[in-house]
């Protein structure tokens, strides 16, 4: 049983759930020893979909021995049908399990059926507006989660999915200024808008449920971004937020899915090694400024004259985006493929893995500790003993 806390549950699709909800993170970060271990504890565990055959050495060696896209395809289909059953299975029957997919990815609508055939019990989607969710899903009982940033995109997706006869069972709202890895806005100028503030989308959501004819407990709120304390919990479930959605802090937990040597990095890092720059998706991101990524901001400028407008095979034959800055040429957008350095930062390869991370310091400072640990300390204000902490090593 989980220790007594003063907040009110989260509830979404008749369930009433711990008001957290882990963060999906690709690629492989979150898979389901992380989600199922927070659905056990009551609260929403999140498996991000991209990629997650390199958790799986038999898939990994049959993509080897036929590396074609179709293959590399089926394998992460079979990786998601499998992590899905193995988080089911840890989460004992308690919280629920949720499926991050992410709009930009090529094969975003295979993923959701995916999802909805192996028995998730939500869809998580963000990287885009997901408009054509509630078709995509139609005929499944699944619960169905935007992320979203401001009030006109949460207008936008609530008056367009209303017409499908369907409402959001929650909806996340990112702030692009504190997230982790891709954020929710079209250049890195636009990071600390006001319109991001989530009082501000509070107020200005008033109105809109209003002129649907909706209540506002018709579609519960979550905030996302920066939450990384008891205060900073109680602070937004005082001003109007069901519940809040946490990434980095439960990435460096003992049952997360990735190296160790991913959890040293990302609890290790200092403010000034945390930077913003344009993905391959043209979206910004956040992340360490490991040797790979220091490397590749020191010569962004150079590589974006040589090579911008050149288009280029796709390096690991999985197509992943639907719109790729290194294989689509396009000038303005990121050119390395994130695929390979994802994976190389799931592996715990500190130089040459792309490590993303939120911008606040974490809750139990650079020590690895257990979701349990980090939901009790989340939800009560009280941290158990610290234990001994591994060694640190330099980034850079």
């Not at 929650?170 to 890895?181: D, M, N």
């Not at 990384?228 to 937990?253: D, M």
């Not at 992340?287 to 040589?306: C, D, G, H, Q, S």
């Amino acid at each position: 049983m989980f220790p007594s806390h003063p907040f009110a549950p989260l509830r979404i699709r008749g369930r009433a759930l711990l008001p957290i909800v882990q963060g999906g993170m690709g690629v492989g970060i979150s898979a389901h020893r992380l989600a199922g271990s927070v659905a056990r504890e009551g609260a929403v565990g999140t498996i991000a979909s991209i990629d997650l055959r390199h958790h799986h050495p038999d898939l990994l060696d049959m993509c080897r021995a036929d590396p074609r896209r179709e293959t590399l395809e089926r394998a992460n289909l079979i990786a998601l049908s499998r992590e899905i059953e193995g988080a089911k299975r840890l989460s004992e029957g308690r919280g629920m399990i949720a499926v991050n997919v992410m709009k930009a990815v090529s094969a975003h609508a295979d993923y959701v059926r995916a999802a909805c055939e192996n028995g998730a019990d939500a869809i998580v989607m963000g990287a885009g507006l997901p408009l054509d969710l509630p078709d995509l899903t139609q005929g499944h009982d699944i619960a169905l989660i935007p992320i979203l940033s401001d009030a006109r995109g949460i207008a936008l997706v609530l008056k367009k999915w209303m017409k499908k006869g369907r409402l959001p069972d929650a909806v996340v709202i990112e702030h692009p200024a504190h997230a982790g890895g891709h954020l929710g806005v079209t250049n890195l100028s636009e990071m600390n808008d006001e319109r991001f503030s989530f009082e501000r989308i509070f107020a200005e959501l008033d109105p809109v449920f209003t002129s649907l004819g909706l209540r506002r407990e018709d579609v519960p709120l979550i905030v996302a971004g920066g939450i990384n304390s008891h205060e900073a919990v109680r602070k937004w479930l005082a001003a109007g937020a069901n519940g809040v959605q946490v990434g980095t802090p439960f990435a460096v937990t003992e049952e997360g899915d990735a190296h160790p040597n991913f959890k040293r990095v990302l609890a290790d890092a200092r403010p000034e090694d945390i930077v913003e720059f344009v993905s391959v998706t043209g979206l910004p991101a956040r992340a360490v400024k490991t040797p790979w990524l220091a490397r590749y901001l020191r010569n962004e400028a150079r590589i974006r004259a040589k090579i911008g407008s050149i288009k280029n095979a796709c390096p690991t034959a999985l197509e992943c985006l639907s719109v790729c800055g290194l294989r689509d040429g396009v000038e303005k957008f990121g050119h390395f493929c994130i695929d390979t350095r994802l994976a190389a930062a799931l592996r715990g390869d500190v130089a040459n893995g792309l490590f993303f991370r939120g911008r606040e310091s974490l809750p139990f400072g650079n020590a690895i500790r257990s979701v349990r640990e980090l939901m009790e300390l989340l939800l009560t204000g009280v941290a158990r003993p610290a234990v001994a902490r591994c060694g640190a090593f330099a980034l850079v």
